[in-house]
């Protein structure tokens, strides 16, 4: 076989497709193999560039053909998906990863470490977790107000709501029976929430970058290792515009022959990342319409624009600061952003 240079490979759970170049761009390897097969073929394999679409698996499988001695590099589905030439096959899908990994201008994920995923999977669970409590909870206003019986808005007036229900005695007796119980599934998530967050701020307490990062203004723990977890590579991106459109807080752009025309924002980033963000701006914009102190910037703005736009510019600002503590290790300080 001639010196391979470039390695494009599709995954799935059993067979893996390959497509490789040489020095000269010419095709000199394709091939469809098994999960043994292939972890045969790169081990016996000298040294080579390996390109895999960013999905499930990938990074367990770009650290295990590093300790091969490969150069792994992971591409977003999104990034590769122009290069396929036509149709959509195994085979034409790795002949695409190995084409967009030789674009000088390329961007690659990085390859997480197990203890990274492992943070990752901490934070993929609370959002599962958050998720069933806001389906328990409309599901019990639902059946609620069947009854004519409303609760206030807000997941802080549902315990109250559940003792209302339970001690409502003209409700039938199956209904306040079953009422009882979602109370208890309601607490039983509670619960588990609440150990899932005091692990996530054992976590971010645990992280220098992530103890810096909780000072700015809107961040809080939950943002910090976030922010952390999410970019284990800041230095990736070239500035903190770059970082704050990769989460999605910038407009989309449709301009054309010298004509700006500016949209909503793109969304194209990590939703979870992005929605703690805004979140924690609402909350510092809350704190100061209530009359707290701000920077002359922050309230030029409040007064300009609607609360929602206000708030997604400010997480704008808020992910442009964080990148760059991340990068350069400073500590953040309130009276130089303030003058600035």
């Known amino acids: 076989m001639e010196q391979i240079t470039r390695i494009g490979m599709d995954t799935s759970k059993q067979f893996f497709q390959l497509h490789g170049v040489d020095a000269a761009e010419r095709v000199v390897l394709r091939k469809k193999l098994t999960r043994q097969g292939m972890v045969k073929f790169f ?24 300790s091969f001695g490969h150069v792994v590099k992971l591409i977003a589905p999104q990034l590769s998906k122009p290069y396929v030439k036509r149709g959509k096959n195994d085979a034409a899908d790795a002949e695409a990863l190995c084409e967009a990994m030789s674009r000088p201008t390329m961007r690659f994920v990085p390859v997480k470490t197990s203890e990274q995923q492992a943070a990752l999977m901490l934070v993929g669970i609370r959002e599962r977790l958050i998720k069933s409590r806001t389906q328990l909870s409309n599901s019990v206003r639902g059946y609620a107000a069947e009854f004519g019986i409303t609760a206030a808005k807000g997941t802080a007036h549902l315990v109250l709501f559940f003792e209302r229900l339970r001690s409502d005695e003209t409700l039938p007796a199956l209904a306040r029976e079953l009422f009882s ?20 701020v054992e976590w971010q307490r645990d992280n220098e970058c992530s103890r810096r990062l909780v000072k700015i203004p809107g961040v809080g723990p939950i943002g910090a290792a976030l922010l952390q977890m999410k970019t284990p590579d800041p230095s990736l991106f070239r500035s903190g515009r770059q970082f704050a459109a990769w989460i999605g807080l910038t407009p989309k752009d449709h301009s054309t022959a010298g004509k700006v025309r500016l949209g909503v924002i793109t969304r194209a980033g990590d939703e979870m990342l992005r929605s703690t963000l805004v979140v924690g701006a609402t909350a510092v914009i809350q704190h100061v319409r209530r009359g707290g102190k701000a920077s002359p ?3 030029e703005l409040v007064r300009r624009k609607e609360p929602k736009l206000a708030a997604v510019a400010l997480a704008n600002k808020i992910a442009r600061i964080a990148w760059k503590l991340m990068v350069s290790g400073e500590t953040y300080k309130l009276s130089v952003v303030a003058a600035a």
């Open 43 to 66: 081990a016996e394999l000298s040294p080579t560039e390996i390109a895999i679409e960013a999905c499930g698996s990938s990074h367990h499988w770009a650290r295990q053909l590093q």
């Open 181 to 200: 119980g979602l109370a208890a599934d309601y607490a039983q998530l509670q619960g588990r929430i609440g150990e899932i967050d005091a692990k996530l």
């Open 297 to 299: 910037w922050l309230l």
